[in-house]
Structure formats: C-alpha cells, structure tokens
C-alpha cells in the first residue's frame, strides 16, 4: 500500500532514519496546493455586490490598497496593504467557524489567494472569464425600486448622443444592454457609471462589457430602441444629465406592499370565505370584521374568521392610528433602506438558539414586516432558518431591522437566501422541542399585510425596550399583562401602562416595557399572538388573540 511521504500512517512507527516523521513527532499535514498566508483575498459567494460593499465588509482588517472584480464567477480579489491583515480576515472565519461576513447583505466565503498582490491595469493580467471591451454595455440595475425603460437607460447612459441601441432583459432581474458608437465611449461610460445610483438609494448601475458585439432592434418601444432612426435623430437633444435628479410618481413598491402574483389566500366567514370590507388586522388596533361561519356573528375582541371582532373604534388614532404618535407609534421612516436583494422571497436566518426557537415563535417576530409564507428550520444547520415571505422588499425590511439583533444570548443575522422561493420538504422533521421543523403560514390570519387596507395600518419600527400590545380583553389589569408574559416563559415587565379607552370598548391596548432591548424581543417572540380567554359571558365563544409589536416609545411609564 502507497504512504503519503512525510506522514505516519495510523499504526506505522518510523524513526528519523526511515521514511516518515519521527514516532511521537507531531504528523503536520501540509497541503501543497493550498495558497499560504497572503495580502490578497479570494471573497466568493457575491450576489450583485459592489466594490463599496467589499469596502464596508471588510476594512474592520485593516486599510486596502486594491479591490478587483471577477462578476463572472461572483468572486472579487481584495488586496490588503499588509500581511497582518488578510490573515485577520481569514483567520476571523476559520478559526471561528460560527461567524459570518456579509457582503451587500449576504453571507460570502473568505480565502488566500496564491499571489501577493493584483496586478494593477497595464500589468500582466491573471487568467479570468472578463470580456473584453467591445461597443455593447450589460447595465444591471440592483435595488430597482422604480421602472426602468429603455428611455430611462438612455437618459442615464447617452452623453453626446453616442447611444445606438437599448435592448432590456427582463430574465434576471433588470437589465439593459447598450450599444455604443464606438469602444472609447462604452469604456467612458462604464468608468462614469458603475455603481452609481439612478435615484438616490437605489436603482444602483453594475456596469461589465457584454459579449455580443452589436444589437439587433426590430421596433421601438419601452423594452427595446434603436436611436439611428430618423425619426428619433430629431428628438436626441437635451437628453439632460446623465443620472436622474427625481424619481416618477408614484414608484413601484413604495410603502408596504402585498403578495404579487396570484392573489393571497381569503379567510373569514360570508360568501366565498373572502375579506369583508371592513377587516383591517394592522399593527396596532385590529378592528376585525363582521360575519362568522355563515351569518353576521360580533364577538369581542373576536378571533378573525370565527365571529370577528368589534369595530366601533371611531377614535382610532387616539391609539396611535392614522398620523399620530401620541403613544409611541410612528409610521414607516421615508429613509429606511429598502433592500430587494436578489429578488428572493427567502431570508436566511442565522445564529438563532436551537433550543428555544421553533416555527411560531420565529414567525412572531418575522410577521412584523411582512407577510410570512412557510418556515424551515434547517435539520444540517441547527439554529437556522429559511424563511419565505411575500415578496422581496418584505424581506428586505425585515434584513433591515432585524440583522445583528440579540436575544436569547446568540446574536442573529439575517440574510437573502439565493433561492428564490421555498418548497415544502416531504418529511419535516422535529425540532428539539418537539414541534414541526416545517409550517406553512400562508393561511394565517395573524399574518398583517394580507390586504392593502391592513398593510397601510403597519408602522414599521426596530426593536426596542417598549413593546406596544393591543387586542387585550378589556377585564386585563397590569398584573393580568405581566402574568402573561411569564407564563409564557419571558421575564417579567418591568412596567406596563394602560390607555384610557371608552366605557364601551371591547378590548384593551397599551405599552410594556423592559430594562434589556433582548428582554423585549424574547417577550414579543415567546407572547407575541397567545390566546386569552374571553370573559364575556354574551360573546365568549371566541377567545382574544394578543398582540405585540414593536413602538418607538422611551417608555411604558
């Protein structure tokens, strides 16, 4: 049998003289085609990130002195100013195996490179998959939250009418490709525009050389344009700057949004099981609706579907609906970033402590930001998460808010998956305390952007010390609130405040508050959506479900 020279088999005994290492030496298993310490990094796993994504992710190492991309193969090289500080970048994950550095929002894999430095334009090149520079421009458009059309993308790019043709590709995501008058002005343009912002954040320009040569336009309209035309020629002047100053009205997906595509599944009781125009499940005041199982039931505080509840609250905003902010309720910041990734539906959630979390418990944290479809707790990955919602911004928001949150004493992260949807497993499996790994939520009735009117009431707010709660039976006492929690195996509040509300109203809302920003998360993740029992002797059929979300209150008292 072959041995491996240089190493000692399990029972095979050398001495110095003889092949191998010395018997008791330590047996070091050196790989002599893995690259050795270097100021160059090999960053993979990139999904439509930038060189100021690299930038950001990793200068906590140390200073860089040159970042060069490879979009062909989703890598980039990275090339730090000293050795110190590629071994820290890898080393950080290596020697770390739970740690995690996300670039442009997802998680991407760290490694030396077998060179010690990038070769600068000019200098010897290093054998990749780039094209070369030709007439013809593949424009990617990250973060599309407005329309992009051909007239857009040759506003953007035609500089002294030296735009020929604009195909659009609609396959993955949005793209253009441009044909240029000529390889001088393709070259200027992708140097004046990649990674530019179209709109001010978002409708970011991933500029590379296209591999066609010319571009073949058979009409002229909104997807594809050939500017030779003479009837165009007479229009081509004072195409104005070549980034745009202010978006169109209105844009696509501004404020929350509901499921795209086929319409979202109905529930409640009537004709047809569908949404009765007064059902409004938003964030802070759940009015319900009327009609349970085949008539017109009005049970308190009601469990949607199975009687509905009141809807009397003509003093809404009193309660922090419509555009007050008296208790702590503020509506969605307009400069909250507004990530669509990919374009998956899926977020990856990472770092979660497999012990305490399961589907329900990570779906009363998720539903705060959008709609939640399915969840899988990951068999391979303990602590992880896959988790589909209704559309990318959805999960877009939730990235937002939620990254680098800690509860439970782990740190969780969250991420884009790169698959766009979430197929149901065959087998589900069991998680540790002994419910499914596996549930679909689609049919949820606590899910609270299931209609516009419902969306429109949610104010999306980060986490915090306070939680507002609503949807309370209206015989609840602060005792009754802080028992609540702690049966359900949270820490007790340490305040809780009741808001005054009418002689005749049919449930409670108010604030609770912790001392921990963690406490409060556990709160609403482990209380978030329990059912209390209705005291009503009239209408006590259907039981009230609480409900928590975050407020941006200082405090409950």
């Known amino acids: ?31 002599p085609h893995k690259a050795g310490p270097s100021r160059v990094v090999l960053v ?10 690299l930038v950001e992710a990793m200068q906590h190492f140390g200073p ?13 090289l990275v090339e730090f100013e000293d050795l110190e500080s590629g071994k820290a970048c890898v080393e950080y994950l290596q020697l770390h195996p739970n740690n995690v550095i996300n670039v442009g929002g997802n998680p991407a894999y760290f490694d030396y490179y077998d060179r010690q430095r990038i070769p600068r334009p000019g200098e010897v090149e290093m054998e990749e998959d780039s094209t070369p520079p030709n007439c013809v421009l593949l424009i990617t458009v990250l973060y599309p939250k407005y329309p992009m059309d051909t007239q857009v993308i040759h506003k953007v790019a035609d500089k002294d009418n030296n735009v020929l043709r604009i195909v659009m590709i609609r396959k993955n995501g949005v793209q253009a490709m441009v044909e240029f008058d000529s390889v001088e002005s393709a070259t200027e343009t992708k140097v004046r525009l990649n990674g530019r ?10 500029i590379e050389f296209a591999r066609p040569k010319t571009l073949t336009v058979h009409k002229n309209d909104s997807e594809t344009y050939d500017f030779t035309t003479p009837a165009v020629q007479t229009a081509r002047g004072g195409r104005g700057p070549a980034l745009l100053d202010d978006p169109p009205e209105p844009p696509l997906h501004n404020g929350p ?7 979202p599944p109905r529930f409640g009781g009537g004709p047809r099981g569908q949404f009765p125009p007064n059902y409004q499940d938003h964030g802070y005041q759940q009015q319900g609706f009327r009609g349970g199982p085949g008539g017109r039931g009005r049970g308190r505080g009601g469990y949607a579907g199975h009687g509905g509840m009141h809807n009397k609250y003509d003093d809404y905003e009193q309660y922090g609906g419509g555009g007050h902010d008296q208790y702590g309720l503020q509506p969605t910041p307009q400069n ?5 990734g990919n374009g998956s539906h899926v977020v990856m959630v990472y770092g979660m402590d497999p012990d305490k979390m399961n589907c329900d418990r990570l779906f009363n944290l998720l539903c705060l930001y959008g709609n939640v479809w399915k969840i899988k707790f990951m068999k391979s990955k303990p602590g992880c998460a896959m988790v589909e919602m209704g559309d990318p911004h959805m999960v877009g928001r939730a990235i937002s808010n939620l990254s680098n949150i800690q509860f439970f004493d782990k740190t969780v992260q969250l991420a884009f998956s790169i698959q766009t949807y979430l197929a149901s497993p065959p087998m589900a499996g069991e998680l540790p305390d002994g419910s499914a790994a596996f549930k679909d939520y689609s049919k949820n009735r606590n899910n609270r952007f299931m209609t516009e009117q419902a969306a429109a009431k949610n104010r999306i707010q980060r986490p915090g010390t306070v939680l507002h709660f609503y949807n309370c039976h209206p015989e609840s006492t602060e005792e009754t609130i802080k028992q609540l929690f702690v049966n359900a195996g949270a820490e007790e509040p340490s305040a809780v405040k009741l808001f005054e509300s009418k002689m005749d109203a049919q449930s409670l809302t108010g604030l609770v508050e912790w001392t921990d920003r963690s406490r409060a998360i556990e709160g609403l993740v482990l209380a978030n959506h329990t059912t209390m029992e209705n005291p009503s002797k009239s209408s006590g059929r259907w039981p009230y479900i609480f409900k928590l979300c975050f407020s941006n209150s200082p405090s409950a008292s």
């Open 1 to 31: 049998m072959a041995v491996f020279e240089g190493h000692a088999t399990k029972r095979q005994r050398t001495d110095v003289a003889g092949r191998g290492v010395q018997s008791g030496a330590r047996d070091r298993f050196d790989e």
């Open 44 to 53: 993979g796993g990139l999904n439509n990130a930038m060189e100021n994504d």
């Open 64 to 76: 860089i002195s040159y970042i060069k991309m490879l979009p062909r193969k989703g890598e980039a």
């Open 197 to 206: 912002d179209v709109y001010s954040g978002c409708c970011t320009l991933k």
């Open 257 to 263: 949004t509901v499921r795209r595509g086929p319409p």
């Open 336 to 340: 909250m970033p507004n990530q669509v």
